[in-house]
């Protein structure tokens, strides 16, 4: 009895310790009685429901937004040799994880400035939750149609896909840990800054610029971060013969890459879905008409010009005309007809194909197109906003070029930085034997190639 | 040792590199200017313009009075006391310039548009308005090196907004350039209003805002439709034939029945009806005791017997804030209101741009229709610089004299003022600075036909220490 009694007792003490600790945690999440008449309206019972299917179409929008890592990872890979996607794989992980975490440390709050801005700059910290009264941000009190949390995972995966774009230009020849710390670098300080121009309130949102889900943003950032990091970096190995010509690397899996492209197509629904940042269904359905639009018309595009020019119906053209047609029309997708977002597709698909072939030929290589994809069409997305979205074209332009500029300039500058430290390019050797075996110890199909 | 780049075309970086970044520099601090319906006259000191100067027959974007949300991340991520949920004055303006910009853009403006900006600063006397504060926050979004425009801007202290803990209250008065905007078949604005499926009671303007709100938070102006500015009207006496005393005007609902009859009255005068009003701001006299909020519910009731109801659905964009009025005569409230003729109604512009109805509560007509095709100038509001030394009735004048001289800058006078909002700070009793203001601007007045639509608004404060503030609006036959 005695020895139940010990047992019991303290048990209940510590339930009764858990229930007033609750209790209180609950009673200290007040509703202040103050409220605005917004407030009010927010607080009637069908915005109630709104939000709640809004918040949960934006964390599976989240979540679709995720999967487009695997489709970056699949067509890195693909598109690569062998001998070096142990590599890429190892790469590609490290980006989501790596942006994922920056964007909690110093991302988010640098990118969404809690209550001022100057419009240019202004340092984020931890964006936690330390206080009880959290409520409001967590409910459709906020104004919004997401509560914090979505909010924050929903903008971190886009951070990291900006980060992703410079694995594919820069993939078969970089030092890992040089790529890690260019990364970390760039998707910690730079992106979060040059995003809250457009995004937190800053100068170019003062000025009319529009970008929806981030043709400018987050693409052409990308895009011309790894224009810098390739010029820095040079060519692979046997990419160029003596007189400069360039040689065709093809890429070791062809189906990967097509299934890389089709995760990008299906994650590419929740990028500029969950961009109108609720279920409006009207909204939400036209995204999806414009973005499956302009990815197809985008591919039509390539496919027919792509046959002109080569001779032959080159794959990776096409899906690379896939996806600088969502690049495309990720800045105006909200608003575009389906007529217009056919046009920017195709017209995206028209410029990939002739870019990367200028690309390759004054000396760039880029092993995935991820410069004319990302950097040249996510431009020409930009500008089609102002074209038939609801932009003016000369901030678009204006807005195009900060980007542009930008992410060249400071990445460039970076990744000298780093070149001049710790080196960014392994031995040629290293290059020619491959990197899962030079840096990793490991292959991806020792079966195949027999060891070598 | 080898060189540090191994790119053929490593020459041609730098140059391309340069020319886009000058090409951005030229578009973004040269091409990019503002609107080309409005033109600033310039002040000396290249502070706030004298006037912005709107081209004859443009379309208006006005917005209602915007304050603060809430700033819920701040108070999520760390523990905050309950009075700092808004911030100080500096933060909430922060706040409500990012809200008026995000209003701006859904009609497809940008801060470039802005012609007129009415910052109202909460203060009493122990926590006098924080001015330097809306000064800085509205110095990071306007006046930059990349938005260089600077509109007219007015600025007054006033004792309490809707919620106590609000700081700051701010108008625009935005205009709409060629080829953009909801009046631009097929543009993306047009598109989108059309979506939002609302009824309007003239055809002439767009509303925005929740549908279920009983006002609306902007409404787009067409051009080319004359407007009507009323001067502030306030209760008319119970009896008026018993002399004046606290009680004549009764409790507020009386005032704001009586309040809305007259306007009612003087819209009849000038050929309108409420279904015509597209803006009204509201100003609550504190009372005793009472909150604004009280008063303000009161006032909204009397408000839906005359609009947002089934026979007008028209929901006017509103301000609504507390100032300390005339509550020495026992008033307790006052209301402005803008309306908007039709073509084919409108009154006839013959003799001048500004047409006067009826007799206004303090001087000058009760309401003044402005024609759409005459210059509009919106003014800075205008003060003393240094009035040390001088009595009250000395600074009124001086300020007056001001005025004029700023009119002159653009060829303007007296005669051509349509509207004056005159704020009065006195370190004096309400009655005395009322009484000194009534006989300066009643010298000013004589001769004026039909002289503007007037507002006297008492305040807490202003800025520099005036004593009076003079805000007017112009309209200047080409």
Redesign the interface.
Known sequence: MGRAAAFVAPALALLLLAASAEGSAVAGVRI?S?T???EY?DNLSEEYSFFTVSNLWLLIAAAMVFVMHTGFAMLESGLSRSKNTVNILYKNFFVISCGLVTYALVGYNTM?P??????FFRMGG?????????M???SS???NNFA?WTDFIFQAMFAATAATIVSGAVAERIKLYSFMVFTVLLVGLVYPVAGSWTWG?G?L????F?DFAGSSVVHAFGGYAALAAV??L??RRGKYDAK?KPKAIPGHNLSIAALGVFLLWFGWYGFNGGSVLDAHP?RVGRVFVTTSLGAASGAFAAMLVTPLILKKADLSMALNGVLAGLVGITASAD?LSPGAAMLVGAISGVIVVGSILFFDR???DDPVGAISVHGICGTWGTLAAGIW??G?L??Q??GC??Y??VA??VSFLLF?LV?LIMGVRVSAEEEDEGLDIAEHGQQAYPEFTGGK | MRRFFDYPHARWILPLFVLSVAVWFVLAFRVVRSNDRMERIASADGGDPVAVRVVPGSSYFFTWGVTANPRSRVIAMRSLPEDERYGDTYTQAHGVLQQLTLDLSEVGLTLRDVAHVRAYVVGDAENPPDFDGWDRAFNEFFGTATMPHRPARTTVGISRLFINAYRIEVEFVAVIPDGRGPFVAGSVPAREYERSGRTETNEAWRSYGRLRWPMSTGKAVDAGHAILFSAGMLATPMNPRMPEARWLYGRVDAQAASILRKGEGILQEAGLTYADVFFMRTIMFPERNVGIGRNFGIFNREYSRFLNNPENPNKPTRTVMSAPGYTYRGQLMALEMFALFSPSNQPSFESGPLVGFGTGSVVGPAAVAVDAFAGHYWLSGVSVPDATGMSLEEEYRAAFAELEARLQRFGAGPQDVATLRAYIAADVPEAEAVAAWRSVANEWFEGLAPGPAVTLMPVVALPGGARVLLESFAAVRP
């Open positions: 202040p103050e605005t008449f917004a309206v969404y809690p209550d001022t801005f100057n419009g931890w964006f936690g939750i330390d206080s009880d009264k959290f409001e941000v967590m009190r906020s104004g914090y309130g100068w949102e003062r000025n009319g529009v010029l820095v040079g060519p400069g009207e608003v004054i000396g760039i979205g609801e003016r000369l901030w332009i204006v070029l900060a542009a500029i060249f300039a000298s070149k």
